[in-house]
């Protein structure tokens, strides 16, 4: 069952092992979410906790000639959250989000708030 989405407060609390402790929830039910810069646009992409971004894919996917991760000037920039604190909900419409067809099936899952030091 659907439960309401709530913020949770875990200061530095970054990296999926120190996720998992803090939360007491398995890799399986978190959502990292990587944000990179591709050509002249900013793109985040949300993976099953312990998932890689797969960079080839990516670009193949976006079409785009460069790839990066943002920098954290970036990251804040767009997410309001310095680096380990992104997440894919609530994001400006400017960033364009893909998700991995792993979390199409996910409820009650943990991912990054948009704020400092903030899961959802």
């Not at 978190?30 to 099953?48: E, F, G, L, P, S």
């Not at 998932?51 to 970036?74: F, H, M, Q, R």
């Not at 979390?103 to 400092?116: A, T």
Request: glycine share 8%; hydrophobic share 40%; aromatic share 6%.
């Amino acid at each position: 069952e659907q439960q309401p989405l709530t913020e949770m407060y875990g200061e530095h609390i970054t990296g999926m092992d120190a996720l998992v402790k803090f939360l007491k929830v398995p890799a399986e039910k978190c959502v990292k979410t990587m944000i990179y810069t591709a050509d002249d646009a900013v793109v985040a992409v949300a993976v099953r906790g312990y998932y890689e971004v797969n960079e080839d894919k990516l670009k193949k996917i976006l079409g785009c000639k460069k790839l990066s991760l943002a920098t954290p000037e970036v990251i804040k920039k767009v997410t309001n959250a310095i680096v380990g604190y992104a997440g894919f909900v609530g994001l400006p419409e400017t960033v364009r989000v893909i998700a991995d067809e792993a979390l199409e099936e996910m409820v009650n899952f943990e991912c990054g708030g948009n704020k400092d030091h903030v899961h959802l």
